[in-house]
């Protein structure tokens, strides 16, 4: 049967088990919308491309499925970069599928035409362009593989128009299940024994092809050995909080404690993580290339192992398969460093206390109260800004995938994350929050919340200022702020006028209520938390920060 090249590709998103694109429609691939009319795949139609992409790779971040992201040629695509850089950064697969100018116009630079492979080669793991429909299966069976092999990672594949129009009597590709490593029997011989010399043993997990069966596993694994286990930036929800041997979140506004514990770690087994800038602040509690600490290193990608860290145990395996094979070793006497692990997790706790700042409205008493008030199967999203420290600090994840934000510190994220988290999951509440520069960023998908009947609740911190820069403006150069305040609308206001709920609460004591109602609202919701100017991080205020500054 012959076939357009969009009904054909739009075939091969069906065959791999696509339920939801995002896209900005373009005139490059009408084809591709046309067969999508059709098709049972659910597209979501975004206000810009960069939210489009963001919600692909939340998605892919959510279901360890490739997000798939359509956009139109030239400024399309580099608008839609933004994600493809967090899903190279995050570890996330994604496909972007992007119009291109006709063949024929191909190296004349016409329209909006772009050398995709120049423009995304230093973020994707592979880019392509077809060449004819006949290609088309192909490509797209490639793509689906590459994105989730080994450590996972965004694909961008071009589709010049004519492609798309040509037809084609091509049969369909078959997908091929992804083939990951094995630990092998001596390496897992020598983590044992690795841990059985330590004293002062730590894991800390980290991104790079994780379930929610990997979580447990891990889980299982330290709590049967008494290890304690701490999160790498962003990846809070990969073991339980609650368990004994959580030790915390190596994030930015990291807790001194356990700082100290990795620099005083005598054996540090990273699992999954590439032990990136963040996880190792500035690369001093871990110092390459040989850390002073043991380095047991287990990542999907072989390539990824001696890259930055020069481990004394490279271990190249698939985090599922590695994962189930630790939880069946016999257990080493954890006797050396109980009382290590019961400390690390007494300083989690007192983590979670916090001190009070100036102003009416406190959020780290909203974080406790989202604490006590979300279910564990909850979505929390966010983007990037001083205010996601409160989250990263003062919330706790106990289930794989309720955490979805942007380690390669975009902002912008975090409403389009929510967007896709509640698509995905329309039985869950699923909250973001934002901050006021962070959310004027993807404001405009609030329509798009309306227009796809997603209620989520989206929290904005409004302090008038860009919170994160403001920081360091006022710890580098004290009273001398340049580009940082922000002239704000009545979010509010804006909100309602999409047709959201929307509510400015101003004293924590009405926080509650406030969000009971926009629950209760069963629309797409934003309650606006006007906080104290003051009050820029969890540990500082701007008068500490000021004089913290002076010579």
């Not at 939340?58 to 970069?81: D, M």
């Not at 016409?110 to 995304?120: H, I, K, S, T």
């Not at 460093?337 to 979670?352: I, V």
């Not at 409004?462 to 305040?485: C, F, K, S, V, W």
Request: hydrophobic residues 40%; aromatic residues 6%.
């Amino acid at each position: 049967m012959s076939r357009d090249g969009g009904q054909i590709l739009v075939a091969q998103l069906e065959a791999h088990g696509v339920e939801i694109a995002f896209c900005v429609p373009g005139e490059s691939y009408l084809p591709i919308l046309d067969a999508l009319h059709d098709s049972p795949i659910r597209l979501i139609s975004c206000r810009h491309e960069a939210a489009a992409a963001n919600m692909a790779e939340a998605y892919g971040k959510l279901t360890a499925r490739p997000g798939i992201c359509l956009v139109t040629r030239g400024p399309g695509s580099t608008h839609a970069s933004v994600g493809v850089h967090t899903a190279d950064q995050d570890s996330t697969p994604m496909i972007l599928l992007v119009g291109q100018v006709p063949r024929a116009f191909s190296g004349r630079e016409a329209f909006q035409e772009l050398d995709y492979a120049a423009v995304f080669g230093s973020m994707a793991k592979w880019t392509a362009q077809a060449g004819s429909a006949n290609e088309l299966p192909e490509l797209l069976a490639g793509s689906f593989q590459i994105a989730v092999d080994r450590r996972p990672g965004p694909v961008v594949l071009a589709l010049p128009e004519d492609v798309l129009a040509e037809e084609s009597e091509v049969g369909d590709a078959t997908p091929s299940p992804a083939k990951r490593l094995r630990p092998l029997e001596d390496h897992l011989e020598q983590l044992r024994d690795l841990l059985a010399a330590a004293e002062r043993p730590l894991v800390i997990v980290g991104e790079g092809g994780w379930t929610a069966q990997t979580g447990a596993d891990v889980l299982a694994f330290c709590e049967q050995n008494e290890l304690p286990v701490a999160a790498s930036f962003r990846c809070q929800d990969y073991v339980d909080n609650h368990s004994r041997c959580y030790a915390g979140h190596l994030t930015l506004g990291l807790d001194p404690k356990l700082a100290e514990r990795v620099r005083d770690a005598d054996v540090v087994a990273a699992i999954g993580g590439r032990l990136g800038e963040i996880t190792t602040g500035g690369y001093t509690l871990l110092e390459p290339p040989r850390p002073r600490q043991t380095l047991i290193h287990v990542h999907p990608d072989p390539g990824e192992l001696g890259r930055v860290y020069e481990p004394e145990l490279g271990i190249a395996s698939g985090l599922p398969e590695f994962a189930a094979a630790a939880r069946a070793l016999h257990a080493v006497d954890p006797a050396a460093w109980r009382a290590w692990t019961e400390a690390a997790r007494a300083d989690y706790l007192a983590n979670l206390e916090h001190r009070r700042l100036p102003g009416d409205l406190d959020l780290g008493d909203v974080m406790a109260f989202l604490r006590r008030r979300l279910p564990a199967e909850a979505i929390l999203t966010c983007g990037a800004g001083n205010f996601t420290v409160w989250a990263h600090r003062f919330y706790e994840f106990e289930q794989y995938g309720t955490q979805v934000a942007p380690r390669s510190g975009a902002m912008g994220y975090g409403v389009p994350a929510a967007l896709a988290a509640k698509a995905l999951h329309p039985d869950r509440i699923v909250v973001c929050i934002a901050g006021d520069g962070d959310f004027m960023m993807s404001a405009a998908e609030l329509a798009s919340a309306v227009q796809y009947d997603l209620p989520v609740v989206i929290l904005v911190v409004d302090n008038g200022m860009y919170g994160t820069i403001r920081m360091h403006q006022e710890r580098l150069y004290p009273g001398r702020a340049e580009g940082t305040d922000l002239v704000n609308p009545d979010f509010a206001a804006f909100a309602r006028s999409f047709g959201c709920h929307g509510e400015t609460v101003e004293r924590t004591e009405d926080v509650e209520a406030a969000f009971e109602e926009a629950i209760a609202s069963g629309r797409p919701a934003v309650l606006v938390l006007r906080v104290d100017r003051e009050a820029i991080s969890p540990r500082a205020t701007i008068s500490e920060l000021r004089e913290a500054g002076r010579p």
